[in-house]
Nanobody, 121 residues
Framework: QVQLVESGGGLVHPGGSLSLSCAASGFTFHFYAMGWFRQAPGKEREIVSCITSDDGSTYYADSVKGRFTISRDNAKNTVYLQMNSLEAEDTAIYYC??????????????WGQGTQVTVSS
């Protein structure tokens, strides 16, 4: 059974940091590109970041470049998203997703249930 379980969300003040984790099981993790997406209230789901399955190359949405860092640990079947300098506009439900192959491509194959990130003073 495929599972993607996100953790690490919560409430943080503007300028603060959060670290998200996504633990994967039920599929061969290192064959899959891994991505983080988010959906804010009233908005469509958007890609935040992706890390490839082969060489670990990364992609970031312009809105998070320089503030967020994606990484993966294939030995632990886990992908991470370090979020710094958080802004109110980063408030959203954050989803982890997996896609078979080297790069993230929509639609992704598997999705987690999401974790809420709220940035507020």
């Amino acid at each position: 059974q495929v599972q993607l379980v996100e953790s690490g969300g919560g409430l943080v003040h503007p300028g603060g940091s959060l670290s998200l984790s996504c633990a994967a099981s039920g599929f061969t993790f290192h064959f899959y590109a891994m991505g983080w997406f988010r959906q804010a209230p009233g908005k469509e789901r958007e890609i935040v970041s992706c890390i490839t399955s082969d060489d670990g190359s990364t992609y970031y949405a312009d809105s998070v470049k320089g503030r967020f860092t994606i990484s993966r640990d294939n030995a632990k079947n886990t992908v991470y998203l370090q979020m710094n300098s958080l802004e109110a506009e980063d408030t959203a439900i954050y989803y982890c997703a997996a896609d078979l192959g080297p790069q993230c491509s929509v639609p992704m194959d598997y999705w987690g249930q999401g974790t809420q990130v709220t940035v507020s003073s």
